[in-house]
């Protein structure tokens, strides 16, 4: 009988745990009978009841395995953990808030059965998000797909099923500002896309918000791509080539007209544009640079936490700080 491994990471979706588990119980016991299953909860360090509720599920059920992230890495890294820890011949990444429907879960297996690799699924509707973000996700794809040469699919998200083998490689990429959507085209391997509608957040609020957002798009250039930093040379070229053509024609207009007024505006203008240009060169040099930094610290992806963290309750009372350095 072959394993399956579902992995989902959470992050303060206690009210969606229980749920989620329950239906995906209800779905698996009905449809996909002849699979051996675990469940993986990678609790990315929430601050509510998440992993008390995923401890109790394991106390029920020997195939419900916690893990519990020694803080909030974010999701692509509560991801990694999910492949670092399952088992499985194949792994299924799905959200906790019950937004990838469990009814695509049968047409997954069948692919996957069929010999693909990689077995993504591609939102056809997005309930419940707005038309801004909607319209900023796929200006941003296009952007970003100038860029690569590997193409990377709007509307798909992390919600698939990767074979031992992709998974293996996976994990053998260890680089920390992870973009995960990103890595699964680079590794590679056969894939298939399935389409899926994307259900509303069943409880609680997304972990989302516009800056995050911006974050995760920087990092997916620049832990992607390195054409920004082409793109600058270009433009210096560009903006070089203008000055000297200008200059020529001033020169040539000064032997012609005489010596012309002040300029002091042209000058300003020029003076704050090409500052402008290098500010811009150097911010996108800034990026690569910050990421090699952290990346040549070469720090483990997470740690996890493997002690009960339920402190005792006097001890919260107390506001005991004794572990911390005083400066
Ligand atoms: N998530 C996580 N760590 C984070 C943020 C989110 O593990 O720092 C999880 C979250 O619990 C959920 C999934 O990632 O299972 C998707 O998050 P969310 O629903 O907030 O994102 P959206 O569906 O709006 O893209
Ligand atoms: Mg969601």
């Known amino acids: ?20 588990y329950e239906q995906m119980l209800a779905y698996i016991d009905q449809e996909l009978p002849n699979y051996a299953f675990e469940f993986i909860f990678v609790d990315d360090g929430s601050q509510d009841k998440t992993m008390t ?29 999910g492949f670092d820890h399952a088992t499985g011949d194949a792994v299924i990444t799905m959200d906790a808030d019950l937004q990838h429907p469990f009814s695509s879960l049968k047409e997954m297996m069948m692919l996957w059965e069929l010999g693909y690799q990689d077995v993504y699924g591609k939102r056809t509707t997005r309930h419940g998000e707005s038309k801004l973000k ?98 600058s040379t270009i433009f210096g070229f560009l903006v070089s080539l203008s000055a000297l053509m200008y200059m020529i024609f001033v020169g040539i207009d000064t032997m012609i007209n005489g010596i012309p007024g002040t300029g002091i505006p042209t000058l300003t203008i020029l003076v704050l544009f ?28 997470y740690f996890v936490n493997k002690k009960e963290t339920a402190l005792k309750e006097e001890h919260l009372a107390d506001g005991d700080q004794t572990n911390d350095t005083v400066l």
């Open 1 to 20: 009988m072959k394993k399956v491994s579902i992995s989902i990471p959470a992050y303060n979706e206690e009210e969606n745990i229980l749920a989620f």
């Open 53 to 81: 509720l995923v401890r109790e599920l394991e106390d029920q059920d020997a195939r419900v395995i916690g893990i519990q992230l020694s803080r909030n890495y974010g999701k692509e890294v509560a991801m990694a953990a």
């Open 134 to 231: 909607i319209a900023f996700s796929n200006a941003y794809y296009s952007l970003l797909n100038r860029m690569t040469k590997e193409q990377i699919l709007s509307n798909v998200g992390d919600f698939r099923l990767l074979d031992r083998q992709v998974v293996d490689a996976l994990k053998e990429v260890r680089e920390s500002t992870r973009y995960t959507k990103g890595l699964y085209e680079w590794v590679g391997f056969r894939k298939i896309e399935f389409q899926f509608e994307a259900a509303e957040r069943f409880a609680g609020k997304t972990k989302w918000d516009f800056a995050g957002l911006a974050k995760l798009a920087i990092e997916g250039i620049t832990s992607y791509t390195t054409r920004p930093l082409k793109l």
């Open 274 to 301: 090409l500052g402008g240009v290098q500010l811009i060169s150097l911010g996108i040099i800034g990026e690569y640079l910050g990421r090699i930094f952290i990346e040549s610290k070469k720090r483990p992806l």
